[in-house]
């Protein structure tokens, strides 16, 4: 090789090693703190994403918790969060809570929703009408649904909850649940649903899929079962977006974390892989 070409060679290296270096300190000049409240439900998505997103600007700083998608709109309300995680457009009137005025809804994923059963149930299939008659203290034993004779036992997540919110109405029909002293509980997250079902014999509740495993069994609704793909041809309609709520258009961090989220690479990623769907995917 002439001296020519191995003096081009070499400066056509030092420039791609300078852009490559250009583009790794672009990534890092991102500053801020980004704080997330709301949705148990989208908590673990949210959590892989500030993860992803964390490593990728690591001079931005992302708390993320979960106390109920009621509380997201709240704390974004109150300037406590930048983002507010909610299972409902919370810019709008939905039954039982009026619209936070001023905040913007992002949608970041599809949420399907399961009804789930302590793995000592042998139900694996229940009607509209067999939901309704549980939740509604109707139906007590799981004998009257054609299980074994024992008492239903009810978890049922606080007022406040966005699944709970999807799931009296796409499950239930509108139904609404009836407070029950006996065999009868309320827990205020996702995380407690898992853990009361999971340990409770007779249980009944309800959880997103991203929740869901071996620990409780998913029951059939109307004969289908909850999964993505159900849920994308439009068999299985217990279902919701999921959004992030701000005050206003989001500017900086939260603005970049938002359409991270967004993005191709995390919708068709980690989000896939967690069992939320991406929100191209739905027609």
């Not at 913007?104 to 008659?133: C, D, M, R, W, Y």
């Not at 004779?149 to 799931?167: E, M």
Request: charged content about 20%; glycine content about 8%; aromatic content about 8%.
């Amino acid at each position: 090789m002439s001296w020519f070409k191995k003096a081009s060679v070499l400066a056509l290296s030092l420039a791609l090693l300078t852009t490559a270096a250009v583009t790794v300190e672009a990534k890092s000049t991102l500053k801020g703190r980004v704080t997330i409240n709301g949705s148990t439900a989208l908590l673990p998505m949210t959590l892989q994403a500030k993860k992803e997103f964390e490593k990728l600007n690591p001079k931005v700083s992302i708390v993320a918790s979960g106390k109920g998608s009621v509380t997201g709109p709240q704390s974004v309300s109150k300037g406590i969060a930048d983002i507010g995680a909610c299972d409902w457009d919370a810019s709008v009137d939905v039954p039982g809570f009026k619209a936070f005025k001023g905040q913007v809804a992002h949608k970041v994923a599809v949420i399907p929703f399961a009804a789930v059963v302590n793995k000592n149930v042998t139900v694996s299939n229940l009607t509209t009408e067999q939901l309704q008659g549980i939740f509604t203290g109707k139906i007590t034993n799981w004998k009257q649904v054609g299980g074994q004779d024992a008492d239903i036992v009810v978890i049922n997540r606080s007022f406040g909850s966005g699944t709970r919110v999807n799931f009296q109405l796409k499950a239930l029909d509108g139904k609404e649940t009836v407070k029950k002293d006996k065999n009868y509980k309320e827990v205020g997250s996702s995380g407690d649903m898992k853990t009361n079902v999971s340990t409770t014999p007779g249980a009944i509740g309800y959880i997103d899929l991203a929740y869901v495993n071996s620990d409780m069994k998913a029951v059939k609704i109307n004969d289908v079962e909850p999964t993505t793909d159900n849920v994308i041809n439009g068999k299985y309609k217990v279902w919701s977006y999921g959004y992030y709520m701000t005050k206003g258009q989001p500017t900086g961090a939260t603005k970049a974390f938002i359409e991270y989220v967004q993005s191709k690479t995390f919708q068709e990623g980690s989000l896939k892989k967690m069992k939320f769907i991406p929100i191209s995917a739905m027609k």
